[in-house]
């Protein structure tokens, strides 16, 4: 529920959101991501662990969609392949990696101390997208050929 009420926030709001708006979200997404994983593993109530596991999800659907659509507009079709094939590739990388060291951890520690240490870990994307921003490293890139505006879909899809 969580990644689809996210991806639904980012369709809704991502039209609204000018680029430097769009990189404060991703901050805060990854901010409501992590701290949230980190509040799931550290909650004994099913229910508080269902809300905030949601939250988490939120966050990563947010971004996620906000992302893919920020990519959509930029990337020049010549290496729009390449980008995704890339993005995806390391994403599904660091999930392998992650978990694998998950499942080595879980021999030492509890499931608490591994779930806090990914929220931890996974706010440091904010972190770090933060400092960039800050410093200048994210700067709007330059459109070429057709205007974003111009490639947006607005119409009810068809069945």
């Not at 929220?119 to 974003?148: C, D, F, K, Q």
Request: charged letters at 15%; a positive charge.
């Amino acid at each position: 529920m969580g990644l689809i009420c996210g991806g639904a926030l980012a369709h809704t709001f991502g039209r609204r959101l000018d680029f430097v708006n769009y990189k404060r979200a991703i901050v805060v997404c990854y901010i409501v991501h992590g701290g949230s994983y980190v509040l799931f593993s550290q909650v004994r109530s099913f229910y508080q662990a269902l809300v905030f596991i949601g939250l988490s999800r939120a966050g990563v659907g947010f971004s996620s969609v906000m992302n893919m659509a920020q990519l959509l507009r930029n990337v020049p079709d010549k290496f729009r392949g390449r980008v995704f094939a890339t993005m995806e590739t390391t994403t599904w990388s660091v999930m392998m990696i992650s978990m694998a060291l998950a499942g080595v951890g879980s021999q030492y520690y509890d499931p608490r101390t591994i779930g806090t240490i990914a929220g931890v870990l996974s706010s440091t994307t904010a972190l770090y997208w933060g400092i960039a921003n800050y410093l200048g490293r994210l700067p709007e890139p330059a459109h070429e050929g057709i205007e974003p505006e111009a490639i947006e879909v607005h119409g009810e899809p068809t069945v």
